[in-house]
């Protein structure tokens, strides 16, 4: 009579542990355990600001100034702040921008800071994705300027937003255009089986008054 019972307590618990983890993913409960932790902290940001330096906080944690490498971070949703540092008496507003790590990948903010809302330069971030072939990627990209167009390589032209445009893996160039604002030009990688998530940004060309 104690083995059926005991058998029962049995299945009971692996369905019960089966709807836990379906909850729950063993990897997002094992990469908040300190011990497990380590093994989790495999992705890099790297933050630029050309033309200038800036206070980066991730989460609300001070890095200290750009250019700054932030290594074994545990692969998640972050929030990035960063604050110009100005060159003379003056004020630049913090700017946030919202981030997504994927494990084994490294993502970059590449930022220039102009005062009130202005800013020039593009945030990159992979997302896995398994519906594409073998040496295959996407890449999804959205710009702040409207009508704007991208260029990849000289192969490709397309209207922005580009949503899951399907490439082959490997480097490629990125040039960025739209009627009064400045051009953006930069490097990407295509990953396989992963998304390429791309967010630019542009300065508007400012605007000449003067008359002879």
């Given at each position: 009579?104690?083995?059926?019972?005991?058998?029962?307590?049995?299945?009971?618990?692996?369905?019960?542990?089966?709807?836990?983890?379906?909850?729950?993913?063993?990897?997002?409960?094992?990469?908040?355990?300190?011990i497990l932790k380590a093994f989790y902290k495999n992705t890099t940001l790297e933050i630029t600001t050309p033309n200038g330096k800036a206070l980066v906080k991730v989460d609300g944690k001070?890095?200290?100034?750009?250019?700054?490498?932030?290594?074994?971070?545990?692969?998640?949703?972050?929030?990035?702040?960063?604050?110009?540092?100005?060159?003379?008496?003056?004020?630049?507003?913090?700017?946030?921008?919202?981030?997504?790590?994927?494990?084994?990948?490294?993502?970059?903010?590449?930022?220039?800071?102009?005062?009130?809302?202005?800013?020039?330069?593009f945030i990159l971030y992979y997302t896995q994705d398994n519906t594409t072939g073998k040496n295959k990627g996407k890449i999804f990209l959205t710009s702040n300027a409207e009508n704007s167009k991208a260029n990849i390589s000289n192969k490709y032209e397309e209207n922005i937003p580009i949503t899951n445009l399907e490439l082959s893996t490997g480097e490629y160039n990125v040039k960025i255009t739209a009627q009064d604002f400045e051009e953006l030009e930069f490097p990407i990688v295509i990953r396989e089986k992963h998304v390429l998530n791309v967010k630019t940004y542009q300065f508007p060309i400012p605007v000449n008054f003067d008359q002879e």
């Open positions: 009579m104690k083995k059926p019972k005991t058998a029962y307590i049995l299945i009971i618990l692996l369905i019960a542990l089966s709807i836990f983890f379906f909850l729950f993913p063993f990897e997002d409960i094992a990469k908040n355990i300190p001070e890095y200290g100034e750009t250019p700054a490498t932030i290594t074994e971070l545990v692969a998640g949703e972050y929030e990035i702040e960063l604050t110009r540092i100005p060159e003379s008496n003056g004020f630049y507003k913090p700017h946030i921008f919202n981030i997504k790590l994927t494990r084994n990948s490294t993502s970059r903010i590449n930022m220039e800071i102009g005062p009130d809302d202005n800013l020039h330069g």
